[in-house]
């Protein structure tokens, strides 16, 4: 258990809904990130943060946002969504934000877009 | 650009050893190597930073040339619970100079330990 916790663990939903996954960091983590694994393109970087504030950004279509509150906890928002949407989305956190930072990774958010 | 591991695939019998690689065409502050079994999330296994620091499992080895942007992940005396895909994910210098966290992931190095 890597003490970074996501909800919920499995999504269904139709093509142009939005959906909500919620990740918490581990205690003391400052920053978190959100990536996307899918069998075609891998394990994809999306979007970095850091006490709240926007780090760096990967490759995230518009219609995804995300966002980190004051208690750290980070949201990511996918709307419009589409068949290639149907992934396994990770939240990771870190003390800081740094490339010297080890990176623990949560259990994922299934996402299953019919 | 991602990283490119080598081999693909890798098939062992308990107690062999092995060595995965990862390869970047860009300058690399670290590399981070990580294990997912199937179904689950990556699990932490190793950072190699650029200036020599590591960090990470005692029984894990890995080294980092900085000059040829290459690293490796040893596996010795390799137990079942060692199967899996293996990740190494790079953090790149970005053009505006700040390289924070952004990890850019290989495509995975499956590796399958019999009894």
């Known amino acids: 258990d890597s003490g970074v916790t996501q909800t919920p663990k499995h999504l269904i939903t139709a093509t142009g809904q939005r959906v909500t996954l919620r990740c918490s960091p581990r205690s003391g983590d400052l920053s978190v990130y959100w990536y996307q694994q899918s069998l075609d393109q891998g394990l994809q970087f999306l979007i970095q943060y850091y006490n709240g504030e926007e780090r760096a950004k990967g490759n995230i279509l518009e219609r995804f946002s995300a966002q980190q509150f004051p208690d750290l906890h980070s949201e990511l928002n996918l709307s419009s969504l589409e068949l290639g949407d149907s992934a396994l989305y990770f939240c990771?956190?870190?003390?800081?934000?740094?490339?010297?930072?080890?990176?623990?990774f949560g259990p994922g958010t299934r996402l299953t877009v019919l | 650009q991602q990283p490119v591991q080598s081999p693909q695939a890798v098939i062992l019998r308990e107690g062999e050893d092995a060595v995965i690689n990862c390869s970047s065409s860009?300058?690399?502050?670290?590399v981070h190597w990580y294990r997912q079994k199937h179904g689950e999330a990556p699990v932490f296994l190793m950072i190699l930073l650029k200036g020599g620091e590591q960090k990470g499992h005692e029984k894990i080895s890995a080294s980092f040339n900085e000059k040829k942007q290459q690293s490796s992940l040893y596996l010795t005396a390799s137990q079942l619970s060692y199967s899996g895909t293996y990740f190494c994910?790079?953090?790149?210098?970005?053009?505006?100079?700040?390289?924070?966290?952004?990890?850019?992931f290989g495509q995975g190095t499956i590796l399958t330990v019999h009894p």
């Open positions: 860009k300058a690399l502050y670290s």
């Open positions: 994910g790079s953090v790149n210098l970005n053009a505006g100079g700040t390289s924070y966290g952004k990890l850019t």
């Open positions: 990771a956190s870190s003390v800081a934000g740094d490339y010297y930072n080890e990176q623990f």
